[in-house]
């Protein structure tokens, strides 16, 4: 090499150029996305998360939840994420999500966790999991934050998903109450063994707690409990209305009870904030919802499967 | 002297005064370095052992996930980020910049000046990833992959990089004579890419957060970067002296050393947006990555054939030579971490393995097998002329060898095959989630064994290297010998 300035610059330029290729430009192209809203104003997604939720985000990546658990729903025609169902809950089981994702869902995520790897499953839509009813009133103490999500109670709208439930709707209906927008079980009632219903904010504490005792099929899991998160306090007058239920060796001793921390409850609200089940505009939803008319292939009658993804 | 063999183990004789004074030289420069690069290699020898406790402790705990519940700073997600950060900022970036620094002032012939400063800056740096490493435990990670230390952590580290190399860029300054060598270019390139590339992170990240999905942009930007323009910099900076000086032979190549620094530089620093493959991200980003991927087989090629030609003739030498093994050792992994990478990153094979474990063996064979046994390799060349002493066991250099080898590529290989079989059991919907995510179980366990391996290798490298620090190697004019020379009479080469 001859001369120090040829490669200064070369050395200088190489990475200038990879710098603004990749990161600058794509700045200038998805940095300042705005949320969508509907012609009145009024059907605004995403939204940003309450206090709690927010607090609960930094609890899921100090405890490095993203190590294990994305929460990025790929298109159907690379991935099965679309034809997944979660491994609980009411029969039919609840999808993993109703469509992929999109940059405009994370323009308020920070941290954001897109995560890396699945020894977990994808919580992009975990709280469209979760029964109707259950939504917001058990972890969140009135008067505080709104609720667990943005999906409170005075703005439906925004768990009125229609990909999954309703194929052939080509707009978004606001006026669906939630609970027959996500599917749920309309009167979720606690399984024999104790175990609240599936995804309801009781049933994460649970999980969280001791991520192994929810069902005989969930013995392989390898997700660590987090009992640091939560609190032994002896049972003073009234058990606390909060207090997890637990049976088998994970019981407290009588007289005793396991109630959450602040944390775990912020963590909860989180969870059952996590939703991408909005339409987006530039986002074809899965069996045929589909916004963008020219995209969408033949709508799949409700309760088939959706078309298997192409294998190549 | 000349072994049998017919092959000379050491530099080439010059003459009489002329070689006398030259080792005269080389022996003042090797003094002046003594104190910062042995206090380099002793922090990263320090962190490469509590680093791999952390990494068995963390692949325990995936077998064991209710051990130890109830204490929140020794929880799996909080233990996992402090091994990765003890790695790269503790161990990795340490001896990295150690190796740097000795071989730059070696190549600009000029003794290191003011090393107390260095000194200061390796403290700082010691202080910076040991406070990185408590505010994770204690639950402050940023959340950022590879970026879990808090800003005011990095800040730290950022004062102690710069107190350490400024010092080398003015030794640079300092050099005698007009040639800048080929290992010189690798090395300047890595001093000014690491702080712009760090800089812009943090700054793209905390400072002025970019919006959304684009924070995990910036974030693998920084993670491929780091790992090619950083340490993959410095570790073929590191072959490229290495090799040639242990077999007393120039490289084979200037022109293609030119292409493969210059298409490394430009390909390299493109990747990294593979990792992000069918995300919510435009899909230029991602295929802009995918083809700079696939022509980095560009320089691969031309490295590899550099350093192949370089050898050629001289393959036999690895029997004898610790150095030249591990560097041959981490010069091929260079290729085929690379090959790997491409292969991985393809679309058609990146939806099987996206998600799944596969994405680890990739990091650990750019870590470990290419870049961590490349800097063994100058630790076994430099140590030496620092202590005066040559190493004492030949058998241990042969079992941290060999350990290291099976280690990392047993772990390769239990990763990449259970990550296939992990992305196709995720591809197929109708079996239960838990499932898919069970059928890796047994590969991971296949990886404890290798973390063993791994951890036996560090500890018998460690002990060696502390038998040097405090005085204890063999006083001897002959450098230690993997395998005894004169007994090989009447074996042919090759």
């Known amino acids: 090499m001859k001369g120090l300035l040829p490669l200064f610059l070369g050395l200088f330029g190489t990475f200038a150029f990879s710098w603004v290729g990749l990161t ?15 012609e009145e104003g009024t059907d605004i997604y995403p939204m940003p998360k309450s206090g709690m939720a927010e607090r609960g985000r930094r609890i899921y990546a100090a405890n490095g939840c993203i190590y294990c658990h994305s929460q990025q729903v790929r298109p159907d025609y690379v991935s099965a994420d679309l034809d997944r169902t979660r491994d609980a ?89 939630a609970l027959q927008a996500t599917g749920a079980n309309p009167s979720p009632t606690p399984s024999p063994n104790g175990v609240p219903p599936a995804y309801s904010a009781a049933w ?109 | 002297m000349t072994p049998a063999t017919g092959i000379s183990l050491k530099e080439p004789t010059i003459s009489g005064a002329a070689a006398d004074a030259e080792q005269l030289e080389r022996a003042r420069i090797d003094a002046s370095t003594r104190v910062p690069v042995l206090m380099f290699y002793a922090s990263a020898m320090v962190w490469l052992l509590i680093g791999t406790l952390l990494a068995g402790f963390v692949s325990f705990k995936l077998h064991a996930p209710d051990w130890m519940a109830d204490v929140s700073f020794l929880t799996w997600g909080r233990l996992r980020p402090v091994h990765m950060n003890i790695m790269v900022y503790g161990w990795a970036s340490m001896a990295a910049m150690g190796t740097a620094i000795w071989l730059m002032a070696r190549l600009c012939r000029t003794t290191l000046r003011h090393p107390l400063l260095i000194v200061t800056g390796i403290w700082f740096w010691n202080i910076g990833v040991l406070i990185g490493v408590v505010a994770i435990l204690m639950g402050y990670s940023t959340g950022y992959q590879w970026l879990e230390f808090p800003p005011y952590a ?98 084979y190549s200037y022109h293609l050393a030119t292409i493969g620094f210059w298409t490394y530089a430009l390909f390299s620093s493109w990747t990294g947006m593979q990792r992000l493959v069918d995300g919510p991200f435009p899909a230029w980003m991602i295929t802009a990555s995918i083809a700079a991927t696939i022509l980095t087989i560009i320089p691969v090629a031309t490295v590899g054939l550099n350093h192949h030609m370089t050898m050629q003739g001289y393959f036999p030498v690895m029997r004898y030579s610790p150095t030249l093994r591990f560097t041959v050792f981490g010069a091929m992994s260079y290729t085929v971490f690379s090959v790997v990478g491409i292969l991985i990153s393809l679309r058609s094979t990146a939806r099987y393995v996206h998600f799944t474990e596969a994405t680890i063996a990739y990091s650990h064979m750019g870590f470990y097998a290419f870049f961590t046994m490349i800097i063994f390799g100058s630790m076994y ?114």
């Open chain 2, 381 to 494: 060349y430099i140590v030496p002329r620092l202590v005066g002493r040559e190493w004492r066991y030949a058998t241990l250099i042969k079992l941290h060898f060999w350990a290291s080898a099976y280690g990392v590529g047993l772990m390769s290989l239990m990763l990449l095959a259970g990550g296939f079989v992990q992305g196709s059991s995720e591809q197929s919907p109708s079996m239960p989630f838990i499932e898919s995510a069970a059928s890796v179980l047994p590969y991971l366990r296949g990886r404890t064994l290798a973390a063993l391996l791994l951890t036996i290798s560090h500890f018998i490298f460690a002990f060696h290297f502390g038998l040097m620090l405090f005085g204890l190697g063999r006083t001897s004019t002959v450098p230690t010998f993997l395998n005894p020379v004169e007994a090989e009479g009447s074996e042919s080469p090759l």
């Open chain 1, 89 to 177: 809950g009411p029969s039919p089981r609840p999808k993993w999500a109703g469509r992929r994702s999109a940059p405009r869902d994370y323009i308020f995520d920070r941290p954001v966790q897109l995560g890396q790897e699945r020894m977990g499953p994808d919580l992009a839509d975990i709280a469209k999991a979760a029964p109707g009813e259950e939504e917001s009133p058990a972890t969140v103490p009135a008067g505080t934050a709104p609720a667990a999500s943005p999906a409170a109670p005075q703005s439906p709208a925004p768990r009125a998903n229609v990909a999954a439930t309703k194929p052939g709707v080509s707009a978004p209906p606001t006026t669906l109450p």
């Open chain 2, 154 to 251: 990095a800040l730290v580290l950022f004062v102690a990089y710069a107190l350490i190399m400024s010092w080398a860029v003015l030794m640079f300054r300092f050099r005698r004579g007009n040639q800048i060598y080929i290992t010189q270019w690798y090395l300047l390139g890595a001093f000014l890419w690491f702080p712009w590339l760090y800089a812009a992170a943090q700054a793209m990240l905390f400072v002025a957060p970019v919006q959304g999905v684009l924070q995990a942009a910036v974030g693998w930007w920084y993670g491929n970067n780091l790992l090619f323009l950083w340490f993959g910099t410095i570790a073929l900076g590191t072959a490229y002296y290495m090799i040639p000086k242990v077999i007393g032979r120039p490289v």
């Open chain 1, 24 to 38: 600058v430009i794509p700045n200038m192209q998805i940095g300042a996305l705005n949320p969508q809203m509907d």
């Open chain 1, 204 to 312: 994460h504490h649970r999980h969280l707690y001791s991520p192994r005792s929810m069902s005989p099929d969930n013995l392989d899991s390898t997700m660590p409990a987090y009992k640091f998160l939560y609190e032994k306090h002896q049972i003073s007058g009234e058990p606390s209305a909060n207090a997890l239920q637990l049976t088998g060796p994970d019981a407290p001793p009588p007289g005793w009870e396991i109630v959450p921390s602040y944390d775990a409850k912020c963590l909860v609200a989180y969870l059952m904030s996590l939703h991408q089940s909005h339409p987006l505009k530039e986002v074809r939803s899965a069996g045929g919802a589909a916004p963008v008319p020219a995209a969408s292939p033949p709508a799949t009658p409700a309760g088939s499967p959706p078309p298997a993804p192409a294998k190549k």
